[in-house]
């Protein structure tokens, strides 16, 4: 199995910051990485696909770059709403799996 | 506007038998694939089982192998996972997931609201 590993596993951070999430697979997955977002008691929302196409709607201070083993989730000038937690998925091969998360705070 | 609705979830007893359903509209339910993914109180997301679009293909993870069945009914529009020899770890809630393609291996970009499935004696 691929093994998905996210640093941090928790940030804090400040309205208007831009934070920085890492995503390395255990082994290359070309771009076929997906970024989610969860607040607790929801559902998970996607937010990118393709390592750097963002789903519809999600607005574009989100942005993901990446590609064989190494990704990241930018989060450009960070708002109210996106204290979350975040998780990666690979979808190169089965079974799918998902990073164990990244839970950004509020300082 | 896609909607996924699950139901099925519920108290089960250690050895019992659950079937999860999902009822999907808002697009052509034949055309993509589905999935479950499962969240255990206070953990990370852990994806279950998928299935292709139409059916003719399905995947299970190694923790529910062999005792779980993924099934669609695209005249219905809905998804289901049956689950038997349940155990005490399948406790979690049950996602229901869109796939972006008409093949197994993807990425979502609907979700359900989740069902609790809790198995304790």
Not at chain 1, 5 to 34: E, H, K, M, Y
Not at chain 2, 27 to 39: D, E, G, K, L
Request: aromatic fraction near 10%; charged fraction near 15%; glycine fraction near 12%.
């Amino acid at each position: 199995d691929i093994q998905m590993t996210q640093s941090p596993s928790s940030l804090s951070a400040s309205v208007g910051d831009t934070v920085t999430i890492t995503c390395r697979a255990s082994r290359g997955i070309s771009n076929w990485l997906a970024w989610y977002q969860q607040k607790p008691e929801k559902a998970p929302k996607s937010l990118i696909y393709g390592g750097s196409s963002l789903q519809s709607g999600v607005p574009s201070r989100f942005s993901g770059s990446g590609s064989g083993t190494d990704f990241t989730l930018t989060i450009s000038s960070l708002q109210p709403e996106d204290f979350a937690t975040y998780y990666c998925q690979q979808y190169n091969s089965f079974p799918e799996t998902f990073g164990q998360g990244t839970k950004v705070e509020i300082k | 506007e896609v909607q996924l609705l699950e139901s099925g979830g519920g108290l089960i007893q250690p050895g019992g038998s659950l079937r999860l359903s999902c009822a999907a509209s808002g697009f052509t339910f034949s055309s993509y694939a589905m999935s479950w993914v499962r969240q255990a109180p206070g953990k990370g997301l852990e994806w279950v089982s998928g299935i292709s679009g139409g059916g003719g293909s399905a995947f299970y993870a190694d923790s529910v192998k062999g005792r779980s069945t993924i099934s669609r009914d695209d005249s219905k529009n809905t998804l289901y996972l049956q689950m038997n020899s349940v155990r005490a770890e399948d406790t979690a809630v049950y996602y229901c997931a869109k796939g972006i393609e008409r093949t197994s291996v993807t990425c979502y970009d609907h979700w359900g609201q989740g069902t609790l499935v809790t198995v304790s004696s």
